[in-house]
């Protein structure tokens, strides 16, 4: 139960460091997706109702701050974790080129759903440029996440530790 | 979960998508619509964005005066250097300002003396308790000689009682072996001003029936021809009559400040004037 609580304070903390993160280091020019790396992971690590929820969760916090429309990237963050589930049953998080070729694909497909849906947005097609500045981000996010997918391991089973240590008798 | 436990993920994950795709219609269909949680998220995230961005503003300003110290040392060392250097250049123009005063006064002396003098600098003192004595970096080669008088812009020095070729030594007024002719200005009582060392000095053989006041000045007389007549020594600063002896006991506090000459000028007064002998210094 505390992990579906703490779910939304999480999400936004982690949705709004990557944002500070993106302006901050970055000047806004490179946008490093932290959460869809979480999610991809989520797919690995988590059975559907949790990982859904949390891909869910994630999605909407993204959408309300990042998006004009809300639902787009809850869709592509639950469908990102859908395929990342399936493809949990062929791979597994130990084989870094893997896990770097599935980020790659999610990120793309995620790519390509905004270019799908950017007509409805913004009212018009995405730009060329727009692409060309898109791919860079695609390929940095594929080459952190066996980095990242270790820090989140670590991270985890740090949390398992606390939560599974009986209370002492004094 | 009331769900059948073989299809639960399947049915999960379509509802996972069917909702987002509801929100998502939804949005696209009213996309001015903000909804209760959209505004939630946004008002919640604010703070915690702010929190953040002055957090790492904070930690930036900490590292760019970390930068800034690192530069901040070799640049207070050259500051340092140049600060002394500009000490020393300002001493130079402050030194050479009060030279150029002194070197005035003592020129606007040379102008009311008639007679010849020479200008010479203190290069030394003298002033232990046997003797009160400056040196001056003036000698025979300038025209110097034994017993000539010594004056500064505020009055009379001493004599020269040692000379060479490029130094003499001035015995100050103020040394007890110093006797000078003098006279009261105000009412022309002659007397014999005698140096007294840290007391200043005093004037001596002064009748108790003449009358002496404090503040009267006293000036050279030319009864032994030493000096030429006329020139201030000091003031009276204490009057004393006793009953015993024939004099009073009469203070004088000399014009010149003697610990503080730097230029002095020599009165050349001729031979005739004047017959001391020259004496070599050692």
Redesign the interface.
């Known amino acids: 139960m505390t992990y579906y609580i703490s779910l939304p304070f999480f999400s936004?903390?982690l949705?709004?460091?990557q944002?500070?993160t993106e302006d901050?280091v970055f000047s806004g020019k490179i946008a490093v997706e932290l959460s869809l790396i979480v999610v991809i992971y989520a797919g690995f690590r988590f059975?559907?109702?949790r990982g859904?929820?949390l891909?869910?969760i994630l999605?909407?916090?993204y959408?309300?701050?990042t998006c004009?429309?809300?639902?787009?990237y809850?869709?592509i963050y639950?469908?990102v974790f859908?395929i990342s589930?399936v493809a949990s049953l062929r791979i597994s998080p130990g084989q870094p080129f893997l896990i770097m070729s599935l980020t790659l694909v999610c990120a793309l497909f995620e790519g390509m759903t905004i270019i799908f849906f950017h007509p409805?947005l913004y009212g018009g097609g995405i730009s060329t440029h727009a692409i060309l500045a898109y791919l860079p981000q695609i390929l940095i996010v594929s080459v952190l996440s066996p980095v990242l997918f270790g820090a989140f391991h670590w991270i985890e089973a740090v949390l398992n530790v606390r939560e599974s240590q009986p209370v002492k008798r004094t | 979960m009331l769900l059948p436990k073989k299809h639960?993920?399947?049915i999960?994950?379509c509802l996972?998508?069917v909702?987002?795709?509801?929100?998502?219609?939804?949005?696209?269909k009213k996309?001015t619509s903000v909804?209760f949680?959209?505004e939630l998220?946004?008002e919640?995230?604010a703070p915690?964005?702010s929190m953040?961005?002055v957090s790492?503003k904070n930690l930036?300003g900490v590292w760019k005066r970390y930068i800034l110290l690192v530069g901040l040392e070799d640049e207070n060392g050259r500051l340092k250097r140049d600060n002394a250097l500009l000490i020393q250049e300002i001493n130079r123009y402050r030194e050479g300002y009060l030279e150029n005063i002194r070197l005035q006064k003592l020129l606007s002396l040379k102008e009311r003396t008639n007679h010849h003098t020479v200008a010479a600098m203190v290069i030394g003192r003298d002033q232990t308790s046997m003797m009160k004595a400056i040196l001056i970096n003036k000698g025979t080669v300038h025209g110097l000689r034994l017993d000539l008088p010594v004056i500064a812009d505020q009055g009379v020095v001493g004599r020269i009682v040692e000379t060479s070729a490029h130094v003499s030594r001035v015995l100050l007024l103020i040394d007890e072996n110093s006797n000078t002719d003098a006279l009261v200005q105000e009412n022309r009582i002659q007397g014999i001003l005698q140096g007294a060392a840290s007391l200043g000095c005093s004037l001596k053989y002064v009748p108790k029936t003449e009358t002496v006041s404090v503040g009267n000045i006293v000036v050279t007389s030319d009864l032994s021809g030493l000096f030429p007549k006329g020139l201030l020594l000091g003031a009276v600063k204490n009057v004393e009559k006793t009953d015993s002896g024939l004099f009073q006991q009469i203070d004088v506090a000399p014009f010149v400040d003697f610990s503080k000459l730097e230029e002095v000028m020599v009165i050349v007064l001729d031979k005739s004037d004047n017959m001391g002998k020259t004496r070599k210094l050692n």
């Open positions: 936004l903390a949705i709004v460091s944002m500070m901050i059975d559907v109702l859904g929820i891909s869910f999605g909407f916090i959408d309300c701050l004009p429309l809300s639902g787009l809850t869709l639950v469908l859908l589930k409805v | 639960q993920p399947l999960i994950a996972l998508v909702v987002s795709l509801i929100i998502l219609s939804y949005s696209v996309p909804g949680f959209r998220i946004l919640t995230a915690l964005a953040i961005t790492v930036a």
